[in-house]
């Protein structure tokens, strides 16, 4: 008689690259000067420096470089370039951020989840999960 065992197996369930870079910006708060539930943090009204870090992931379909890390990396880069960058920084959140570049990034990467971490100095930030999805478009 053949003795049936059972022995652990792992296979992926999701498959992910994610790249870092870093942006030096200027940002302010500007309701923390109005708001008397921000007094002790008022002085976020006034414009102040960060070197925002990011850390993008994206659902990959499979273990060959579906997305290669460099170019990606270098895509992200690429929409903050002087001049001729897509997005600012400006005087946004760290969610603002995170959203701002999902929405470009959707352009060229559709039908993939992506998790966008910014913080601010490697501090303190957001980390935002999206979900691709189909919507229509008129006119």
């Given at each position: 008689?053949?003795?049936?065992?059972?022995?652990?197996?792992?296979?992926?369930?999701?498959?992910?690259?994610?790249?870092?870079?870093?942006?030096?910006?200027?940002?302010r708060y500007p309701a923390?000067?109005?708001?008397?539930r921000?007094?002790?943090?008022?002085?976020?009204?006034?414009e102040h420096r960060h070197m925002f870090h990011f850390r993008v992931m994206i659902d990959v379909e499979h273990d060959d470089r579906d997305i290669e890390?460099?170019?990606f990396k270098r895509h992200c880069e690429s929409l903050y370039q002087?001049?001729?960058?897509?997005?600012?920084?400006?005087?946004?959140?760290?969610e603002m951020m995170a959203e701002d570049l999902a929405q470009e990034l959707v352009k060229k990467y559709p039908h993939r989840r992506m998790t966008i971490e910014v913080s601010e100095d490697g501090e303190n930030g957001a980390v935002i999960d999206f979900e691709p999805r189909m919507e229509p478009v008129y006119g």
């Open positions: 008689m053949i003795e049936k065992r059972i022995v652990p197996a792992i296979r992926p369930t999701t498959r992910r690259i994610f790249v870092t870079f870093q942006k030096e910006g200027l940002h923390a000067s109005e708001d008397p921000l007094a002790d943090v008022a002085f976020l009204a006034n890390f460099l170019q002087e001049g001729n960058g897509t997005l600012q920084l400006n005087h946004k959140s760290c």
